[in-house]
């Protein structure tokens, strides 16, 4: 499984789009709150920037998550293709 695309929302979530078709919802304001590198993400431009190759999405050097941290800590979403 790997990323086929991340859309930044309000409040710091991620929607985080799977080549299996599915859809999760990961909240990193916890992270922002718990790990003091991730403090920069609460910067809306650079949180807005975010990028993603295969298994991992990233905004620069010191902050970054894997697929297996967003499966984990995410939220399933219901949707259809066209949404």
Same mark, same amino acid.
């Given at each position: 499984m790997?990323?086929?695309n %991340?859309?930044?929302k309000d409040n710091y979530v991620l929607r985080v789009y799977l080549d299996d078709d599915s859809v999760v919802d990961f909240? %990193?304001?916890a992270e922002l709150e718990r790990i003091p590198c991730y403090k920069s993400l609460y910067d809306q431009?650079?949180?807005k920037a975010v990028k993603f190759k295969n298994k991992r999405i990233y905004w620069n050097d010191q902050c970054d998550f894997?697929?297996?941290q967003i499966l984990d800590r995410g939220h399933p979403v219901n949707h259809t293709r066209n949404q």
């Open positions: 790997k990323l086929i %991340v859309e930044p909240d %990193v304001r431009a650079l949180f894997n697929l297996d």
